[in-house]
C-alpha cells in the first residue's frame, strides 16, 4: 500500500509539512488558468517550504489524450515549475498517475459500501439514458439522488440476496455515494471563507465505475490523503464538488487530516461575461495556451504564449497577478520575489479579466530589462533562419538600439530588418514627399564625405555632417530624410548617425549609390 510517510502528519505534530499538488486531467493543452492554479501550488509550496507535486488525474479513459501529459510536463518546466514530485520525478508517493494506482481504488470504494456511505448500482448505461430523455420531454432534470434511488436498480432498493445474486453472476455495477440527506456540510475555504451547502439538491455520485476505474472523486480523495496534501488550491469549477469531498473524508474517517480548500477565481474574457475561452483567444487573436498544441485528431494548432514570443517570466508575472496582488503597486515580480509575498490571503474572489493589450506590456518590461547581449542571443536563430550573414557584435548593437520600439524578439525583425538587408525597394509616398530636385546633388556629396571620414562613429559623423551642411547652406532636415531613405527604405528607424555606424562606412555608402541610381529623379 502507497500511504507514503508523510501520512505521519496528524494532530499530534504541531507543524505540519505542506503539500500541495497540481492534479490535472490530461484531456488536451493546459488552459493558462490550469497554470495559474499550478503556479499558485508551485508559490505556496515554496513559500512554506513544503513540497509541490504533479499527479496525473488520467481515471477518464474515454477523455484521455496521448500527448496532453507530455505537454503538461513541458508547460511546467517552460514556466520552471518543477515538481518535487510527479511521474518523471520521483517521489515517496509514487507511481503519480492515477491510472497506475488503480488498484488501490476499489477496495476504499468497497469499504464505503461496508460502512453504509455507499452502494452498488445496477442500473445500465441504456436504462438511465432513457430516463434522462424521459424527463428531457417532461421538461425536468433527472438525477440520480435521495428523491429517486429506491426507484432505481441498486443495492439499496434490492433483497440483499439479489444483490449477491447479481454480483455472484458478474453483472456490471457501479459504486455509488449515498448523499446524506438534509445535511448542511461547511467548510472554511481559504479564499471564500465559510461555505455551506445542503445535501438534500445534491445527487448520489458515481464513485467507482463499472470498468474498474474510480471516478475523479474518488481517485482524488483517497489520493489526497495517501499523499498526505495539506492544502487543495483549485479552481473555482470544483467548488460544487467539495461538499462531496468533505464528505468523503467524513465517512473514511480522515476528518482531521483533511486538506485545507481554496478554490481561485476564474480568468474572465476581455470583453463579457464568462470564463476565458479559447474562442475569445482565436477571435481577439492572443493564445489561452502555454505552448502551442497541435490536436491529434484534427491536426489543428492553437498557438501558445511560448511560441507567440512570451518570456516565461512575463508570462507567469501576467498569470500571477490574475486573481492576486502584492498589496503594493508593483507589478513586475520575478518568480523569487513572487514566491516570497504570495500568501493566498490576497488571492481575489471574483474573477478577473484578462486583458491582452496588458500581457503584452508585460512581455515589453522583461524584453526592456534584458541586456542587449541575451536579446542577440535570441534574435540569432530567427537570422539564421531568414539566412542573414551578419556578425554577433552587429546583432548586439542592432537590438541595443531598437529594443525600445520592441515588444516581442519577433518585432526586432519588422523594427530592424534594414540593418541586415539593403532595401530592395523605397516607401513610396516617403520618396514622393522627401525627394526633390536637388536632392541626387546632395546626396552624391554626402557619400563623397563619408568616404572621407577616418573615424566611422555616429558622434563625429554626425558633426562632421553639420558643418558639412552649415557650409553649403542645405537644409539639414531635409537631407538627414532623404538619407535615411536611402538606408532604410523609408523614414522609420532610430537615430540616423546611429544607423550608419552600425551598418559601417562602405555599407552606408554602398547604399546611398544604391538608392540614387533606383530613385527616379522627380
Ligand atoms: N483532475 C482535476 C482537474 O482536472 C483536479 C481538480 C482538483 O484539483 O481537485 O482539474
Not at 98 to 115: F, G, T
Not at 201 to 221: I, Q, W
Request: glycine share 6%; charged share 25%; net charge negative.
Amino acid at each position: 500500500m502507497v500511504l507514503c510517510i508523510f501520512a505521519a502528519n496528524s494532530k499530534t505534530m504541531t507543524q505540519k509539512r505542506v503539500r500541495v499538488r497540481f492534479a490535472p486531467s490530461p484531456t488536451g493543452p493546459l488552459h493558462m488558468g490550469g497554470m495559474r492554479t499550478a503556479l499558485f501550488n508551485y508559490l505556496f509550496a515554496r513559500k512554506n517550504g513544503g513540497d509541490f507535486i504533479l499527479r496525473i488525474e488520467d481515471t477518464d479513459q474515454t477523455r484521455y489524450v496521448h500527448q496532453a501529459e507530455d505537454y503538461i510536463v513541458e508547460s511546467l518546466k517552460w514556466c520552471g515549475l518543477i515538481p518535487d514530485e510527479g511521474p518523471g520525478f520521483g517521489g515517496p508517493c509514487a507511481p503519480y498517475r492515477q491510472s497506475e494506482r488503480k488498484e488501490i481504488y476499489a477496495d476504499y470504494a468497497r469499504q464505503l459500501v461496508k460502512s453504509g456511505w455507499a452502494y452498488y448500482s445496477f442500473d445500465t448505461p441504456e436504462e438511465l439514458d432513457r430516463l434522462r430523455s424521459e424527463a428531457e420531454s417532461a421538461g425536468a432534470l433527472f438525477s440520480y439522488d435521495q428523491h429517486t434511488r429506491m426507484k432505481l436498480c441498486n443495492s439499496l432498493s434490492l433483497s440483499r440476496e439479489e444483490v449477491n445474486r447479481r454480483i455472484g453472476a458478474g453483472e456490471p455495477y457501479a459504486i455509488r455515494f449515498k448523499m446524506p440527506e438534509n445535511v448542511d456540510v461547511t467548510n472554511e475555504d481559504l479564499i471564500r471563507g465559510s461555505v455551506t451547502f445542503n445535501t438534500r439538491e445534491l445527487d448520489d455520485k458515481v464513485l467507482f465505475k463499472s470498468d474498474g476505474m474510480p471516478t475523479y472523486h474518488l481517485a482524488n480523495v483517497v489520493d489526497d490523503h495517501l499523499m498526505a496534501i495539506t492544502h487543495v488550491i483549485r479552481g473555482e469549477e470544483w467548488l460544487p464538488s467539495l461538499p462531496l469531498h468533505v464528505l468523503l473524508y467524513r465517512a473514511f474517517g480522515w476528518e482531521d487530516t483533511m486538506p485545507e480548500f481554496s478554490h481561485l477565481p476564474l480568468i474572465l474574457k476581455p470583453h463579457g461575461k464568462g470564463k476565458l475561452s479559447k474562442r475569445d483567444g482565436d477571435q481577439m487573436g492572443f493564445p489561452v495556451f502555454p505552448l502551442a498544441w497541435k490536436d491529434p485528431e484534427t491536426g489543428e494548432i492553437s498557438r501558445g504564449y511560448r511560441e507567440d514570443g512570451y518570456f516565461p517570466e512575463a508570462f507567469i508575472n501576467l498569470l500571477a497577478l490574475l486573481g492576486w496582488n502584492p498589496g503594493t503597486e508593483q507589478e513586475i515580480l520575478s518568480l523569487e520575489e513572487l514566491t516570497a509575498q504570495f500568501s493566498l490571503d490576497r488571492v481575489v474572489k471574483s474573477g478577473s479579466r484578462f486583458d491582452p493589450e496588458k500581457a503584452r506590456w508585460f512581455n515589453r518590461q522583461y524584453l526592456q530589462q534584458k541586456p542587449a547581449q541575451e536579446l542577440a542571443r535570441l534574435l540569432v536563430p530567427l537570422l539564421y533562419e531568414k539566412n542573414i550573414d551578419t556578425t554577433l557584435a552587429r546583432v548586439v548593437d542592432v537590438c541595443e538600439e531598437i529594443k525600445v520600439r520592441c515588444d516581442f524578439i519577433s518585432d526586432f525583425w519588422e523594427q530592424g530588418h534594414y540593418f541586415f538587408t539593403a532595401p530592395s525597394t523605397y516607401d513610396e509616398k516617403a520618396v514622393a514627399k522627401r525627394w526633390k530636385p536637388e536632392t541626387p546633388e546632395e546626396l552624391t556629396a554626402i557619400a563623397c564625405l563619408f568616404e572621407s571620414v577616418e573615424t566611422w562613429e555616429a558622434p563625429v559623423v554626425k558633426v562632421l555632417f553639420s558643418d558639412f551642411m552649415n557650409e553649403k547652406g542645405w537644409n539639414f532636415g531635409n537631407v538627414m530624410n532623404t538619407l535615411r531613405i536611402c538606408l532604410v527604405g523609408g523614414n522609420q528607424g532610430p537615430d540616423l548617425f546611429r544607423i550608419c555606424e552600425i551598418l559601417g562606412k562602405q555599407e552606408t555608402v554602398a547604399r546611398i549609390k544604391s538608392a540614387l541610381l533606383k530613385i527616379p529623379n522627380p
